[in-house]
């Protein structure tokens, strides 16, 4: 079975751009997590939907990311404008019900903001 | 907020040897999870350990739970040098009225020397 798939793997833009990440989760899966990871502050849950609707999205950092699910099988976090300060590697997951089920990742996005 | 903080930070052994890891969290859980990260690659879920449990086994991984104590630890025993990654544990955020995220430590950066 193909787990959650993230595209790019790498991404390196200059400040000031628009940067769209994409995820496609397991198939059947109801939940979709965005997670960022730095080495400062570890893994940090950005937003989370439940059946495409965004349930919450306390730890979106700023006016600057947005994310959308506009179907079951895709999902994109957006950061505009970029900032060095977002580089970071991003993962998607997919879980069934959440709370006591595992997530599943993806191998995650690493982005560099020059 | 950080919720399990795991213990030690990096741990280095010889291959044949046990590993164990310990995680600390703060506030009432349903279940606490295990994961782990090679280098470059996402999270993979290793064990669930929901609070009603003491102990779990899978393979050579054994996780125990002390809510008295509020932490748990994981044992990887006869570790092989594939065994070489980072180690999360993750908590649900039931007590912060959401108990569908996970919050994840910093996790401890496991070498198995060959």
């Known amino acids: 079975d193909a787990g959650v798939i993230q595209s790019p793997r790498h991404e390196v833009t200059e400040m000031g751009q628009e940067v769209t990440l994409r995820c496609k989760p397991i198939s059947g899966h109801d939940y979709l997590f965005w997670y960022r990871q730095t080495m400062m502050r570890g893994l940090e849950l950005l937003i989370y939907f439940n059946n495409n609707v965004p349930i919450d999205d306390s730890g979106m950092p700023e006016d600057r990311f947005s994310a959308k699910m506009p179907n079951a099988s895709f999902s994109t976090l957006k950061i505009q404008p970029s900032e060095p300060r977002d580089s970071a590697v991003y993962f998607c997951?997919?879980?069934?019900?959440?709370?006591?089920?595992?997530?599943?990742f993806g191998d995650g996005t690493r982005l560099s903001i020059l | 907020s950080q919720q399990g903080e795991e213990d030690p930070q990096a741990l280095s052994i010889q291959e044949g040897e046990n590993a164990t890891m310990n995680c600390s969290y703060k506030?009432?859980?349903?279940?606490l999870q295990w994961y782990r990260q090679n280098s470059g690659r996402g999270l993979v879920h290793l064990i669930l350990?929901?609070?009603?449990?003491r102990e779990k086994h899978s393979g050579r991984l054994r996780v125990t739970l002390d809510t008295s104590k509020k932490s748990s630890s994981l044992l990887i025993t006869a570790s092989r040098a594939a065994d070489t990654a980072s180690y999360f544990c993750?908590?649900?955020?039931?007590?912060?009225?959401?108990?569908?995220?996970?919050?994840f430590g910093k996790g401890t950066k496991l070498t198995v020397n060959p």
């Open positions: 993750a908590t649900d955020a039931r007590a912060q009225g959401g108990s569908e995220k996970l919050v």
């Open positions: 506030t009432s859980i349903n279940n």
């Open positions: 350990i929901r609070s009603n449990e």
């Open positions: 997951a997919s879980s069934f019900w959440a709370g006591s089920r595992p997530q599943h």
